[in-house]
């Protein structure tokens, strides 16, 4: 299993409880917490041996109902249902709503929101920022913060320089990996 994949196993009816010869399975999966169309995968013979498949191009980090039934001649039997859920990935969206509001000729203040809701892929843990100022030769410089469990961060930059255009970049991570940044420019006040 990884971020758009889960492996199913299951086993083969008990003979008694079969009610004739096993003609097919069925899988039927979609996802519980974002609309997605249900899927269903049929093996037939001679691929009645394989009591597992792979279900692939999923989305990351969504809890899937999967469904497993058997085939007779006569009808489908009764249907073996689990949940599970796909692993975590870095979030494929920026952080939204990025903003830089100058406060004072060495303090900015920037606030943001998170990615959109589908595009996290996990769960949120910390946010990269950076900044460096455009005309002056500022160094660039990176803090890594931790996820507030607000729908809005805000966070105050001081102790920069005085009337000076900064470059200020914001992006989400997962335990799994950083995503993609959302950038802003700004100018401090003048004194």
Request: glycine share 4%; net charge negative; with cysteine.
């Amino acid at each position: 299993m990884n971020a758009t994949s889960i492996h199913v196993c299951w086993e083969v009816p008990i003979l008694n409880d079969l009610n004739g010869i096993l003609v097919n399975y069925s899988i039927n999966y979609s996802g519980v917490e974002i609309d997605t169309f249900p899927r269903v995968i049929y093996l037939s013979y001679p691929n009645l041996t394989n009591q597992s498949i792979t279900l692939i191009d999923l989305e990351e980090y969504t809890t899937y109902s999967i469904n497993v039934s058997a085939y007779t001649k006569i009808g489908k039997g009764p249907d073996a249902i689990i949940t599970q859920r796909t692993n975590q990935d870095g979030p494929s969206s920026i952080p939204t709503s990025l903003q830089a509001t100058p406060l004072s000729p060495t303090i900015l203040s920037i606030t943001w929101e998170d990615p959109v809701y589908i595009n996290q892929n996990g769960i949120i843990t910390t946010y990269t920022l950076t900044f460096e100022g455009i005309e002056r030769d500022t160094q660039l410089r990176t803090l890594t913060l931790p996820q507030t469990n607000l729908s809005l961060t805000c966070h105050n930059l001081d102790s920069l320089e005085e009337y000076t255009t900064y470059d200020i970049s914001v992006s989400a991570s997962t335990t799994v990996g950083a995503g993609p940044v959302s950038r802003v420019t700004v100018r401090t006040l003048e004194n």
